[in-house]
């Protein structure tokens, strides 16, 4: 009897180990670096209507412009430095055609707009959210995130984090492909 | 040039800790005594490089050495220097890095004060505390390099976690890590009896002070970051059973437990192989911590950036680490055999009764903790709960209960048979206390919850029962005070420590108590110059001015308080706004008075036009708060004090010494 008490302990750790492995190999939930997903999916982008950045950068935009394509809402800023790492995968996006708007979260209007001139401006229109209400009516936690709305100005999807090569192709790409054909 | 001699000295001291977690074992087998001696050199060659490593990425971050990445991803130029330095530990690289160097100062302790120790015991003990070094080691060397470059260097750092920059918590982890990472003594003298298989007294005392020293330092640690929490995260809470504190509370209880049975194994010779089995998971309970805080697992605010790879790496040194450790226990337990004998109703059986409370309750928080994840495993990810507050208060509080109640009569009973005759007529002034407080409370707060008077009985029932038993040791008022007063002063300091300990968990249950059953809050919206009333106070918000820290814009808002026309005082509570992090903090204002304190919070501006010269204002009344963290510095302070008692300094009997030659010099300190 006592030595199968003693076992126990080693019985129930091996026990727990099993599970935690299952959890950490679990490429599903390991996958997504925001595991809860937002509860915007599904739901038609918040209401809001941004100003233009400076008079050089085409904008802003608001609400209504979201309607009628599938477009992209990329939130940004120049003093982040992943959006800088994410904007040739951004700019790629623009070029293939897709409507392509920016939300310039927290930002000097002069910095964002040396930042655009500096590395190019992929947007179609660019909104100045100066105190971050719009982002926060998205449920923008940090810089970069990136939205895709489908034509009927719904959110299909939402990306936290810089857009990589491997999530663009992964899934921006196939969701956009999937907001356009339904 | 600096971080390359850190990268340097970080691989030489996981060579080092190769060679001691191997030779020393070996020459522990085999009686060679060079091999044996060997381990105290390399521990303390491992420490001394783990210095230098630390040294020097405190030097990249407080020089702001941007082509180091964790500097880069974790500092930036305008950061106040406190912040520069707390920003070493303030990360997932930094912290593991201090994580190994408290491990390797606590192996360099045991070589240098361990003097006493038999050899081959010392040689174990470092080779095993070395085992753990090396896994943790190569865990930083292979998957977070503290010192990897980045080319091309940035020109600033992204800055660090807001929430991070308060000086609470920049002394946080370091105290919690010497407590988590202090139980490694424990787990290593307790492996290394399992090789040796023998358990003694003599054993038993020289685990205790290295138990006692991380329990004290957790202790200090939990508290501390409970304060931060209180007065950072501007909710007026100060626990909120959040898994990261979950994983520092659990060894905290494992290891209390330990403390109370070592103390039988020492005196009684008795709950060995329950002693070997608590040592091993209390220090489970903090690699579990690590674990679960590193491995992106869970989700949590403080969790830190995760990443699958680290995280099986580190399941895999905690398989190993405990995996063995536990078969090891399975293989030598049955065979220690335990000396003493005693009745259920004595100081041995008052204390398995703590054990088993303290195991139960521990087991509770770590069911509480990993259910969620176990039933995610077990559905395949489609059932997702979340356990929280609800679930460890109707769980861990009646726990607590009979280990109260029981901690005011355990100390009063004698060792091998008491008698409960005797203690309950030395339990008669708790129990005068406990319906006195009982009574007044009610009188004082009649409307409040039931449970409320009940948990000031048992506060008061503990204090007077502790105080009680002090006084009996002393003989207060039996003998003359000046004979009172020499006893006093002949008191082992562990004894006074252990009743300190008590007092300040009886404190504590006061402050907990109230904070949590007369809590009174107001929530509204304030226009500058306009005044709201709840909470039994008048809140007006009488400025709000705007202005700019270090690395921080911030909203301050003054909020005078008045209680039927008297003025009390003025609150500032600020909102920082940092453009770096892109985050926002709050900074509650607090104005303490040994009975309440009041907190108020100054939330958001109002985002319609009409409210938009409106900001929100929460304004909580928290009775007895500060007697929380008032209990926790009188129980640190009791566990600083047992430490200094000479009986841990001058060391233990030596093995096989006769049983009577461990005597106490007075008669009053027999415990």
């Not at chain 1, 951004?90 to 939300?103: D, E």
């Not at chain 2, 009791?638 to 106490?664: E, F, I, N, W, Y």
């Amino acid at each position: 009897m006592h030595r199968l008490i003693v076992i126990l302990p080693v019985a129930l750790f091996a026990g727990l180990i099993g599970v935690m492995v299952a959890l950490l190999t679990d490429s599903e939930r390991n996958s997504d670096l925001s595991r809860l997903p937002s509860p915007l999916i599904g739901k038609p982008a918040p209401a809001f209507d941004l100003p233009a950045v400076a008079e050089s950068v085409p904008g802003g935009f608001s609400t209504r412009d979201l309607k009628g394509q599938v477009s992209v809402v990329n939130v940004f800023a120049s003093w982040c430095v992943p959006c800088l790492a994410e904007h040739p995968m951004i700019s790629q996006l623009a070029g293939q055609g897709v409507a392509v708007y920016g939300i310039n979260h927290r930002d000097k209007p002069d910095a964002a707009t040396n930042w655009l001139g500096r590395h190019g401006n992929p947007y179609i229109a660019v909104g100045a959210d100066l105190d971050a209400r719009a982002s926060l009516d998205w449920g923008v936690t940090g810089v970069p995130e990136t939205f895709i709305i489908d034509a009927n100005g719904v959110i299909a999807y939402k990306h936290v984090g810089p857009v990589t090569k491997d999530v663009l192709n992964k899934k921006i790409l196939p969701k956009l492909r999937e907001a356009e054909g339904g | 040039m600096i971080a390359e001699i850190g990268q340097f000295v970080l691989i030489l001291a996981l060579v080092l800790a190769g060679v001691q977690a191997t030779l020393p074992l070996w020459g522990a087998a085999r009686g060679h005594s060079a091999l044996m001696v060997l381990a105290d050199r390399t521990a303390i060659g491992q420490a001394a490089a783990l210095l230098i490593a630390f040294a020097a990425l405190t030097h990249g971050f407080v020089t702001s050495d941007f082509s180091l990445t964790v500097v880069f991803q974790n500092s930036h130029s305008l950061k106040p220097m406190l912040y520069k330095v707390s920003g070493v530990w303030g990360n997932h690289e930094g912290s593991m890095l201090l994580w190994v160097l408290v491990l390797a100062l606590f192996s360099a302790a045991v070589a240098l004060f361990g003097r006493n120790l038999p050899p081959s015991l010392k040689a174990r003990v470092l080779a095993v505390q070395a085992m753990i070094g090396v896994g943790f080691l190569a865990f930083i060397i292979f998957t977070s390099n503290p010192f990897a470059r980045l080319s091309p260097a940035p020109l600033d750092g992204t800055g660090l976690n807001p929430l991070l920059q308060d000086p609470g918590l920049a002394f946080h982890p370091p105290l919690l890590y010497l407590g988590y990472v202090g139980f490694s003594m424990a787990f290593s003298f307790a492996v290394a009896a399992l090789i040796e298989g023998r358990v003694d007294a003599a054993w038993a005392r020289w685990v205790r002070p290295w138990t006692l020293a991380a329990w004290t330092f957790l202790t200090a640690g939990i508290a501390l970051g409970s304060w931060w929490a209180y007065y950072e995260l501007g909710w007026g809470g100060w626990w909120f059973w959040d898994p990261v504190e979950n994983a520092s509370f659990m060894p905290w209880l494992f290891g209390t437990a330990l403390l109370h049975s070592a103390i039988v194994v020492e005196k009684r010779d008795a709950l060995k192989s329950w002693t070997i089995l608590l040592a091993i998971l209390t220090f489970s309970m903090s690699l579990l911590g690590t674990f679960l805080v590193r491995s992106g697992v869970l989700t949590s605010v403080h969790a830190f950036a995760t990443d699958p790879e680290r995280g099986i790496f580190i399941l895999a040194i905690l398989a190993l680490t405990i995996g063995i450790a536990l078969t090891l226990f399975a293989i030598r337990a049955p065979g220690m055999k335990g000396g003493g004998l005693f009745a259920p109703v004595s100081r041995e059986g008052a204390l398995i009764a703590n054990n088993m409370l303290l195991t139960v309750a521990a087991g509770t928080v770590l069911l509480g903790t990993l259910y969620p994840l176990i039933l995610e495993a077990v559905s395949g990810g489609t059932a997702k709960v979340s356990v929280g507050p609800p679930f460890f208060n109707a769980t861990f509080g009646p726990i607590m209960v009979p280990l109260v109640i029981m901690m005011a009569i355990g100390p009063l009973l004698a060792w091998k048979r008491g008698t409960l005759k005797t203690a309950a007529h030395k339990l008669i002034p708790a129990a005068i206390a406990a319906i006195l407080a009982i009574t007044v409370t009610f009188i004082l707060v009649p409307d409040g919850p039931g449970l409320a008077p009940l948990a000031m009985g048992l506060a008061a029932w503990l204090a007077a029962g502790t105080i009680a038993e002090w006084a009996g040791r002393i003989k207060l008022f039996a003998i003359p005070v000046p004979e009172s007063w020499r006893r006093l002063k002949g008191l082992p300091r562990a004894t006074s420590g252990m009743t300190l300990a008590h007092l300040g968990l009886a404190i504590m249950i006061v402050g907990i108590t109230g904070s949590s059953a007369w809590r009174t809050e107001l929530i509204t919206t304030l226009v500058p110059g306009e005044s709201a009333q709840g909470a039994g106070h008048t809140v007006t918000l009488s400025a709000i001015t705007q202005g700019r820290g270090p690395n921080y814009n911030y909203e301050r808002a003054s909020l005078l308080i008045t209680d039927k026309g008297r003025e009390i005082t003025t609150l500032t509570t600020e909102r920082r706004f940092f453009p770096i992090a892109g985050q926002t903090t709050t900074e509650a204002g607090i104005y303490t008075t040994i009975l309440s304190d009041l907190y108020g919070v100054i939330g958001e501006r109002g985002r319609t036009p009409d409210t938009s010269n409106a900001w929100t204002v929460r304004f909580f009344v928290n009775p007895l708060v500060p007697w929380i963290w008032l209990g926790a510095m009188v129980m640190v302070f009791g566990g600083s004090l047992s430490l200094t008692d000479r009986r841990h300094r001058v060391g233990a009997p030596r093995r096989a010494a006769t049983p009577g030659a461990a005597s106490q010099p007075n008669p009053a300190a027999a415990e």
